[in-house]
C-alpha cells in the first residue's frame, strides 16, 4: 500500500509518500481500499507537531488523514453485516492519506448514492463537526440567529446548512470577496466579507441583541469580541486556532504561538454566570470511540443528503503525491468547501 508518512514536525515538504505492506483488519474492523481521502486543516496542525490528539493516539511518524472513501477490501473477525467490494466511507483516527486503511465497523458507513466517492470522502469529518456543535452541545430552535466564522471553508459550510435546516437566521463570515457568494449559496440570510468591511460593526448592524450561538475556530483573532457579541443565554462555541498558525511557510511561528497563547481570553466562572452565557469547547477526534454519537449523527446527516436537503461542499481534488500542494492551499486561507486525495 501507499501513504504519506510524516517523520517529524514541519512544513509541507515532510509528507513523503511511502510503500508499506497492507494493514491486516484485527477483530471488529474492516479494511478499505481508499479511493479518496479528505483534506482537514487539522491535519496541517498534526503535520507541524501542534495537534494534541496526534500525540495521544499516535506519536511519530503518522500518518494524517481523518476521512476516506472507498470500497471494502476484508472484514476483521466477527465483522458479518458489510459486503467485500461495497461502496463506503467513513471516519478514521488518523491514517486517512493511504491507498489502505483498517478502522472500526462503527466507522463505516454505506456510500449515499447522491455523493461521488470524492464528496463522501470530504464529508464526514465537516459535517459531523457541525453535527456535534450544533446539535449535542447547543440545542437549536428555530429562529435562533448563528454568527459563522469562515463560513465558506469545510466546517463553515456545514455548519451554515445545518442551521438552515434547523431553521435559524444564518450570518456567516468569509474573508475573501470571493466566498461571499459560496456562502449565500449555502444558505447564508446574510454574509459579512470582512476583507471589505468592519466585522463587528456588521455583525452588530444585523444583530442588534447579540447572537444567540457564535462559531469560532479563529482563535485568539476573534474570541474576545466573539464573546462579546452572544446575546444573554447564547452560547460560543469554541472549535479551532487557525489563526495562530501562518498562511505561508508551513511552519509555526514560535513567538507568535507564545504571544497568542498570553492573548487568548481566559474565560471566569463568576462572569459567566452574571454574563448569563456559555462557552463550550470540543475536539471531535476525543469522539471515535463514541458509536452512539457516531451514529446518530450520521443516520441524520445521511439522512438529509437522501432527502436533498444538504449538498456537498464544492470539492478540489489533488492526486494523494500532492498532499503538500494541498496542504499549502489549505493554510493560505484562500480556499473554498473541501479538498480531497484522489488515489
Ligand atoms: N474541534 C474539532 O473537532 C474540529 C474539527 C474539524 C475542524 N476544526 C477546526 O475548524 C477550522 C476549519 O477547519 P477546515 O478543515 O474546515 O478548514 P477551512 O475552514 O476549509 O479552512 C480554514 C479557513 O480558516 C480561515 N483562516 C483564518 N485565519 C487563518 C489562518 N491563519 N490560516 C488558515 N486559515 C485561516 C480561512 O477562512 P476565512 O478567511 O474566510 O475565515 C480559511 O479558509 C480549523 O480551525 C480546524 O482546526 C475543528
Known amino acids: 500500500m501507499r501513504k504519506i508518512v510524516v517523520h517529524e514536525p514541519g512544513s509541507h515538504d515532510k509528507l513523503r509518500v511511502e510503500?508499506?505492506?497492507?494493514?491486516?483488519?484485527?477483530?471488529?474492523?474492516?479494511l478499505l481500499d481508499v479511493r479518496a481521502a479528505g483534506v482537514n486543516y487539522a491535519d496541517c496542525v498534526v503535520r507541524m507537531g501542534l495537534y494534541e490528539s496526534a500525540k495521544k493516539y499516535v506519536g511519530w511518524p503518522i500518518t494524517p488523514g481523518f476521512e476516506f472513501s472507498g470500497t471494502v477490501a476484508a472484514l476483521g473477525e466477527g465483522v458479518t453485516d458489510?459486503?467485500?467490494?461495497?461502496?463506503?466511507?467513513?471516519?478514521t483516527r488518523f491514517g486517512g492519506y493511504a491507498s489502505r486503511v483498517a478502522v472500526p465497523r462503527h466507522q463505516v458507513f454505506p456510500l449515499p448514492a447522491r455523493l461521488t466517492p470524492e464528496e463522501a470522502a470530504g464529508f464526514p469529518a465537516v459535517f459531523m463537526t457541525a453535527y456535534y456543535a450544533l446539535f449535542e452541545l447547543v440545542r437549536l430552535r428555530p429562529a435562533m440567529s448563528?454568527?459563522?466564522h469562515s463560513a465558506a471553508g469545510g466546517v463553515g459550510s456545514a455548519l451554515v446548512q445545518l442551521g438552515k435546516i434547523a431553521g435559524c437566521r444564518v450570518v456567516g463570515v468569509v474573508g475573501a470577496a470571493h466566498k461571499v457568494e459560496a456562502a449565500r449559496r449555502l444558505g447564508a440570510d446574510a454574509v459579512i466579507d470582512k476583507s471589505s468591511e468592519p466585522l463587528w460593526a456588521a455583525a452588530e448592524r444585523l444583530a442588534p441583541e447579540g447572537y444567540d450561538?457564535?462559531?469560532d475556530a479563529n482563535g485568539v483573532e476573534t474570541l474576545r469580541q466573539s464573546y462579546r457579541h452572544v446575546a444573554s443565554a447564547g452560547k460560543l462555541v469554541v472549535y479551532g486556532f487557525h489563526?495562530?498558525?501562518p498562511r505561508q511557510g508551513g511552519r509555526p511561528s514560535y513567538p507568535k504561538l507564545a504571544v497568542d497563547f498570553l492573548r487568548m481570553p481566559r474565560f471566569n466562572p463568576l462572569d459567566l454566570c452574571n454574563d448569563n452565557k456559555s462557552v463550550l469547547a470540543f475536539n471531535l477526534s476525543y469522539l471515535f470511540h463514541r458509536t452512539e454519537i457516531l451514529r446518530e449523527a450520521m443516520d441524520?446527516?445521511?439522512?438529509?443528503?437522501e432527502e436533498g436537503r444538504l449538498s456537498a461542499p464544492p470539492v478540489k481534488t489533488f492526486p494523494l503525491e500532492r498532499a503538500g500542494e494541498a496542504h499549502r492551499a489549505i493554510e493560505s486561507g484562500s480556499?473554498?468547501?473541501?479538498?480531497v486525495l484522489t488515489l
Open 146 to 148: 448563528l454568527l459563522v
Open 213 to 215: 450561538v457564535i462559531l
Open 19 to 30: 510503500e508499506h505492506p497492507d494493514p491486516s483488519p484485527a477483530r471488529g474492523e474492516v
Open 300 to 305: 441524520r446527516l445521511i439522512g438529509w443528503v
Open 82 to 91: 458489510l459486503a467485500l467490494g461495497a461502496p463506503v466511507f467513513g471516519v
Open 335 to 339: 480556499t473554498v468547501g473541501k479538498l
Open 243 to 245: 489563526t495562530m498558525l
